[in-house]
């Protein structure tokens, strides 16, 4: 499931360079993502509201953390960054800050230790995403400075997410119904009361149908089930790892859709990244589950 999750972040921010590059905005992306989602999910809530509706009124405010964290917020974050630094940015600030920062928050709220080999697994990741993405000093600019902030506040919603699953061992399913619901009912009025539909309306037809697919269907629903089922079954400092294959995925998915042909440098990155995981997470899973429960 962990590999499905980055296998779809990297699809969605893919896609998400390429409706920018076409004429949408961060908001129009956030939208589709939130409210298609919300509309599919929405079946799945009133069932629960009929037939277990403990469930969710006896959480609503761990559901109300979920929603926050992994909804609407986090893509508006992840979208509106994209507008001001470079897609080399995002390849390196936002999987970096989720790995990082998912495994501090794993020590300080699940008390899963530091170990020695997951601090060497994460440092061997971040060379990865640096080596991949080749950031340079010169993009390091005042406006890229603003999206890099922005990555590493989405990146650390996202880190808080998988410790909120973790700790109160939330249900996969209704997590997402929560980030899709939340999302519809709060982003879509605000999105239709300050930009309207004008410019979704006049966008190009397979454009929309493909962003709606990605970001609404893959994104707003399989990368939140995947990932909190990673989170379920690894714990949430394990799980944190995986987001740093999202560059080297979509590095190879920009290839037929970006047309940008994979370099030896990103190759070696994309190894890197690979090898860090592996550290990270094959050795102790049992152990460190345990403790993170």
Known sequence: M??????????????????????LKSADITFLRTSVAGIVMLPVLVYYLWFNVKAVTAQWRRWLAVAFLAGPLFGELVYTAFQFAPPSHGAVFLPATMSVVGTIFAAVF??????????????????????????SSDSLTGRAS?????????????AGFGVVMRKFHLDPVLATTAAGVFGLAAYGPFYLATEGMDRLAHADGSLLAMEIWVQGILAGMGTVYAYAKTVESLGAARAAIFPALVPGFAT???????????????????????AGLLVTVTHGTGKSARQSS
Do not use: C, N
């Open 2 to 23: 962990g590999l499905l999750a980055a296998a779809i972040g990297a699809l969605y921010l893919v896609y998400a360079t390429y409706g920018l590059a076409r004429g």
């Open 110 to 135: 699940l008390a899963d230790p530091l170990t020695q080999r997951k601090l060497l697994g994460i440092g061997i990741v971040i060379v990865g995403l640096l080596t991949l993405s080749g950031v």
């Open 146 to 158: 603003i999206g890099d902030v922005l990555f590493i506040a989405a990146g650390s919603m996202w």
């Open 252 to 274: 190879l998915m920009g290839w037929p859709i970006l047309g940008h042909l994979p370099t030896l440098t990103e190759a070696i990155g994309l190894t890197l990244a690979i």
